[in-house]
């Protein structure tokens, strides 16, 4: 090393140089306690000023900084990694100690040294020759934490005062302004359209309050506990539809190398740039390596920016959302896909959502308000379409959990029930008055066979005779003797027009033989539900009172005792015990004393 690469040197001595060289650099291991058999190119300490200046005497003097940069030195980086790493026995040190040390020749023709090399140069007998590979291949070499002066060109690696590669790109990065607008556009042509997206929304005034579901694509701002805030309110006033609000919240780490990444893709591009202009002649043999580069951030954008928005929000709820795979998937795409394998958006709704979310407490509900509840309430699943609450509902009228109807004024339309019977999804349309009832209420106002309603508890469309249901208006049973047969036909009531049952009026009141109004008869007292006799309550009479009130001003309070005798004592003896109030104004220009 000393006589056939630093020999070459004019100002190298190669006597007294190489012994002046050799005293200070066993003195240093001496002072520093290190036992070696051998001394290595690796065991000589560039920390130590004096063995340094021995080397940079010959040498440019922007070596020494070189030295501090990636060698030796509190911040040098191949101090750093062995910090990092220190299971390595100061192997990332050593090594680019023995890569300086064989740098330099007067015509560097013979510069560098191979790995096998570096190798020799290194290795004790505790050390693995695979830690050697490891430590220089990923972390010397070829990474933003590499060194910046260390350069490989056809499998000889040496220092050279031209930046290496990951120097140039740092220096670039660190020119670079704010790029929050790249990082804006390229998040956009990322997302896809599998939602409706607002891209880096400023409040919550500029996302719409409509029934489509909505992402928020959130920047780097943007604090999770604001969520909330912007589901419950648009602008200064509250928003509406609540359940259609999706937030992407950015991981603020790997948002910040999202961004590294960009300018690492920047600076590659102006390097290549450079270099095909002869600026960068030094890494005209990395080109390769540097498309390769940029290639592998081109592939990888996809699956950053969506591992960027893990943080995932269904309105006020935070999903448990997985690690992305690798490769080339849109972000709105991969947040659907992770909502609806967490059920937060449910393509097909059952029915039982509806029973036990919204009906639990009712028996009957409009079937408006059922799908505005889906955009509203946070508390369910969010939907993409009427569709899913249309499906729902045809499925439980099929299977005879809801009977759908229409109620106008109070009163179900008989010809609108459907019910235990399979209906178009388009028959239901959520227009005003249109509503589903329970099966449990259904089935005490209907007829189970033919689904009329039910009068007096009885089916209209019962035989007068033997209480079969009619078929076409016709009694199967009741058949008359005689060609053409015919059966039994309706008899219905003169006055409301009902079909009897068995020769009666399902409608005529059992005590007074009224007809009834709205099932109730018309003969009934308004006070206590007693029928009346010749229009008059029997409970009642109008000789008595009800009501009493009294009412004594300018009393003399000698008369308290006629009071007592002439009203209180008998209406205790018609009512009993009761309690009165008594209030006295008092008025006197003398005064009352306060013991009286």
């Excluded at 040390?101 to 510069?111: C, G, I, K, M, P």
């Excluded at 948002?255 to 590659?268: G, N, T, V």
């Excluded at 580069?293 to 448990?320: A, F, P, Q, V």
């Amino acid at each position: 090393l000393l006589y056939e690469k630093w020999g070459t040197f004019r100002t190298f001595q190669r006597t007294r140089g190489v012994l002046r060289l050799l005293a200070v650099v066993i003195g240093d291991l001496y002072h520093n306690q290190k036992n070696v058999d051998l001394i290595l190119p690796s065991d000589i300490n560039l920390e130590n000023s004096e063995i340094r200046q021995e080397f940079l005497n010959h040498l440019d003097r922007g070596f020494e900084s070189i030295i501090a940069s990636d060698i030796a030195g509190p911040q040098a980086k191949a101090q750093l990694i062995d910090i990092d790493n220190p299971p390595t026995n100061r192997f990332a040190q050593k090594i680019s100690t023995s890569i300086f040390l064989h740098s330099f020749t007067v015509d560097n023709a013979e510069r560098g040294i191979d790995l096998a090399y570096i190798k020799m140069t290194t290795m004790r007998p505790n050390m693995l020759p695979s830690n050697i590979t490891e430590i220089l291949k990923s972390q010397l070499t070829g990474t933003q934490k590499g060194l910046w002066y260390l350069h490989e060109k056809e499998n000889t690696f040496y220092f050279s005062n031209i930046p290496s590669l990951e120097k140039i790109i740092r220096d670039k990065k660190e020119e670079m302004g704010d790029i929050s607008s790249e990082i804006k556009q390229l998040i956009q042509n990322d997302v896809g359209n599998s939602l409706e997206s607002y891209m880096w929304p400023i409040s919550s005034n500029n996302i719409p309050d409509n029934i489509s579901l909505k992402l928020a694509i959130m920047d780097g701002s943007f604090k999770e506990r604001e969520v909330e805030d912007w589901v419950n309110k648009k602008g200064d006033k509250f928003r509406i539809h609540k359940n259609t609000l999706i937030f992407a919240i950015p991981d603020l780490t790997s948002y910040y190398a999202l961004i590294d990444q960009r300018k690492e893709f920047k600076s590659l591009k102006e390097i290549i740039k450079e270099i095909k202009n002869g600026e960068l002649k030094s890494l005209e043999n990395q080109t390769d390596d540097i498309n390769e580069r940029i290639k592998r951030i081109e592939d990888n954008y996809s699956y950053n920016i969506r591992y960027t928005y893990r943080n995932i929000y269904s309105g006020k709820e935070k999903i448990d959302s997985t690690i992305p795979s690798t490769g080339n998937e849109n972000l709105s795409t991969w947040i659907n896909r992770e909502l609806i394998t967490n059920q937060k958006i449910v393509t097909s709704l059952h029915y039982n959502t509806i029973k036990i979310k919204l009906m639990e407490k009712v028996d009957r509900l409009e079937t408006n308000t059922i799908l505005q509840q889906f955009y509203k309430s946070t508390s369910l699943p969010m939907i993409t379409s009427n569709e899913s609450v249309k499906g729902a509902i045809r499925r439980a009228i099929n299977e005879g959990e809801f009977a759908l109807v229409m109620i106008t004024d109070s009163d179900i339309q008989e010809n609108s029930i459907k019910y235990s019977e399979d209906v178009p999804i388009d028959y239901i349309t959520f227009d005003q008055n249109e509503y589903v009832i329970k099966k449990e209420a259904i089935e005490k106002i209907i007829c189970p066979i033919c689904k009329s309603l039910l009068q007096n508890n009885t089916c209209r469309n019962l035989c007068s005779e033997c209480e079969t249901h009619l078929v076409n208006g016709v009694c199967p049973n009741c058949i008359p003797s005689g060609p053409g047969g015919g059966g039994s036909p309706i008899q219905t009531c003169s006055v409301c027009g009902s079909m009897k049952v068995k020769g009666v009026c399902p409608n005529i009141c059992n005590v007074c033989a009224s007809h009834t109004e709205n099932g109730k008869c018309p003969n009934i007292c308004q006070k206590c539900d007693a029928h009346l006799v010749n229009d008059e309550c029997p409970q009642y009479n109008n000789d008595q009172y009800y009501t009493v009130q009294l009412r004594i001003e300018d009393l003399d309070p000698l008369t308290i005792a006629d009071i007592n005798r002439g009203i209180f004592q008998p209406l205790t003896r018609e009512v009993g015990p009761f309690k009165f109030v008594i209030e006295i104004n008092f008025e006197s220009s003398d005064g009352i004393n306060k013991e009286t």
